[in-house]
């Protein structure tokens, strides 16, 4: 799958708690050169209500197996730094 959607941007948001639902995802939603495509969270009830609510279909618990299908993730976890050697560049 390509990582690009034409001339947008295709972003993975690791994290869907507050930041994610209040901020990022409402204000990426306006931006028109980016699509939000891909979810994960370690929570699957976040991950349903953050997935319906702005209709990205592409969720995951694992944010690893997000990372091929996006041209760039950011994190939003309560633990960003924790993870930060395990998180690679998508391609
Ligand atoms: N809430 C605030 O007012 C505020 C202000 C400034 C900065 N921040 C920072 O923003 C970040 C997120 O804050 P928040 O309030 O949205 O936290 P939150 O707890 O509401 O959401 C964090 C989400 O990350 C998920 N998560 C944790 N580890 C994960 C992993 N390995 N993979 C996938 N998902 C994972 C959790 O399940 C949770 O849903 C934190 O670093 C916080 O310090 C928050």
Partial sequence: MSRHNGGRVRIGI????W????????SLAQYPDADVVAI?????????RA???YGIERRY??????????????CATARATAYADRI???G
């Fill in 40 to 48: 994960a969270d370690l929570s699957a009830e976040r991950l349903r």
């Fill in 51 to 53: 997935g319906d609510a």
């Fill in 88 to 90: 690679r560049l998508p």
């Fill in 19 to 26: 930041w994610s639902t209040q901020a990022h995802l409402p």
């Fill in 61 to 74: 618990s694992d944010f690893r197996q997000m990372l091929d299908a996006v041209s760039m993730a950011f």
């Fill in 14 to 17: 690791i994290g869907t708690g």
